[in-house]
């Protein structure tokens, strides 16, 4: 069955981390002039919080832009997207913990204005980076369409986070990136690689130049590439995802052949996992699907 979602992912530069959210709201307002049927509008990971300076400058102004979740900045956020009437991923903020941590976390805000769900960076770039981990994976659900994974930027590097976003549900796997390096080409590799390994959709929105190199793309679950961003200038790439193929690929398997989803059966002995401590159970190796009923977790859950 068609389940329909229609995103554009916004390859821009960042906006300057002393600049109004109202800055911001203008350049939603126009992709949305150009590109009114669009449900879901995505941004590059730390869009809101552009910086300049060395290396301990930068990390000193990232921490003076970080703010709470219920900070000035996502109340309005959250007021954008309910006057908008859109599903708005803004990219990823700086965030202040509870503790005193400083988060790398993306946001998601539901047309009721609401926020809907958040997810803190795992695995931040090290040692360039100055954010503390998150210690969760977060899906979220778009209802009538299916259910969103998050990951940032250098997670990619880690294919546990999109396995374990696929086995929570995710359909499409949103991939906020701020790529200033010559390892792009690598990331779009490894965008294809979980898309086809977790037989999921992509969607990786990198930041345009002068900071970012670009080559956003959004890919389909076995692993061809929608649309690409050849380069780094500021652009939109849009599409309409239909998250029923995952299932479907998932049931004739990819290239009509691959079903990595039903490799076990309950009657399959345990694989040890010496890694994690762990192993995998062959009765849990199936993924939760978008009207399972799981929990989705919310800003007091998730982390």
Same mark, same amino acid.
């Given at each position: 069955?068609?389940?329909?979602?229609?995103?554009?992912?916004?390859?821009?530069?960042?906006?300057?981390?002393?600049?109004? $959210?109202?800055?911001?709201?203008?350049?939603? %307002?126009?992709?949305?002039?150009?590109?009114?049927?669009?449900?879901?509008?995505?941004?590059?990971?730390?869009?809101?919080?552009?910086? %300049?300076?060395?290396?301990?400058?930068?990390?000193?102004?990232?921490?003076?832009?970080?703010?709470?979740?219920? #900070?000035?900045?996502?109340?309005?956020?959250?007021?954008?997207?309910?006057?908008?009437?859109?599903?708005?991923? !803004?990219?990823?903020?700086?965030?202040?913990?509870?503790?005193?941590?400083?988060?790398?976390?993306?946001?998601?805000?539901?047309?009721?204005?609401?926020?809907?769900?958040?997810?803190?960076?795992?695995?931040?770039?090290?040692?360039?980076?100055?954010?503390?981990?998150?210690?969760?994976?977060? $899906?979220?659900? $778009?209802?009538?369409?299916?259910?969103?994974?998050?990951?940032?930027?250098?997670?990619?590097?880690?294919?546990?986070?999109?396995?374990?976003?696929?086995?929570?549900?995710?359909?499409?796997?949103?991939?906020?990136?701020?790529?200033?390096?010559?390892?792009?080409?690598?990331?779009?590799?490894?965008?294809?690689?979980?898309?086809?390994?977790?037989?999921?959709?992509?969607?990786?929105?990198?930041?345009?130049?002068?900071?970012?190199?670009?080559?956003?793309?959004?890919?389909?679950?076995?692993?061809?590439?929608?649309?690409?961003?050849?380069?780094?200038?500021?652009?939109?790439?849009?599409?309409?995802?239909?998250?029923?193929? $995952?299932?479907?690929?998932?049931?004739?398997?990819?290239?009509?052949?691959?079903?990595?989803?039903?490799?076990?059966?309950?009657?399959?002995?345990?694989?040890?996992?010496?890694?994690?401590? #762990?192993?995998?159970? !062959?009765?849990?190796?199936?993924?939760?699907?978008?009207?399972?009923?799981?929990?989705?977790?919310?800003?007091?859950?998730?982390?």
């Amino acid at each position: 069955m068609s389940r329909l979602l229609p995103l554009a992912l916004a390859q821009m530069s960042p906006q300057a981390a002393t600049a109004p $959210v109202s800055e911001f709201a203008g350049d939603v %307002e126009r992709l949305l002039a150009r590109h009114p049927r669009t449900r879901l509008v995505v941004y590059p990971e730390l869009h809101l919080c552009g910086v %300049e300076g060395t290396g301990p400058e930068r990390d000193a102004r990232l921490r003076e832009a970080a703010e709470p979740l219920d #900070g000035p900045r996502s109340r309005q956020l959250g007021e954008l997207a309910g006057d908008l009437g859109i599903w708005l991923v !803004p990219g990823s903020v700086c965030e202040r913990g509870e503790n005193g941590e400083l988060f790398n976390t993306a946001l998601c805000y539901s047309p009721a204005g609401e926020l809907h769900a958040f997810y803190r960076k795992v695995f931040p770039w090290r040692p360039y980076e100055p954010y503390d981990p998150g210690g969760r994976f977060v $899906v979220a659900d $778009v209802p009538g369409s299916g259910r969103l994974g998050f990951s940032i930027c250098y997670d990619s590097w880690f294919p546990e986070v999109a396995r374990h976003l696929a086995w929570m549900g995710a359909e499409v796997i949103i991939n906020p990136v701020q790529t200033t390096t010559n390892d792009r080409e690598q990331e779009i590799v490894l965008a294809r690689a979980h898309a086809i390994a977790n037989q999921v959709f992509v969607a990786s929105v990198n930041a345009a130049g002068p900071v970012g190199v670009g080559g956003s793309l959004i890919v389909d679950p076995e692993g061809r590439v929608r649309k690409h961003a050849a380069g780094g200038e500021a652009q939109v790439l849009t599409d309409v995802l239909d998250l029923g193929e $995952v299932a479907r690929v998932r049931e004739s398997g990819t290239a009509g052949l691959n079903r990595v989803w039903s490799q076990f059966t309950a009657h399959d002995a345990p694989v040890e996992l010496p890694l994690y401590q #762990g192993r995998i159970e !062959p009765a849990k190796w199936h993924p939760e699907t978008p009207d399972a009923g799981i929990r989705i977790p919310g800003p007091e859950a998730a982390g």
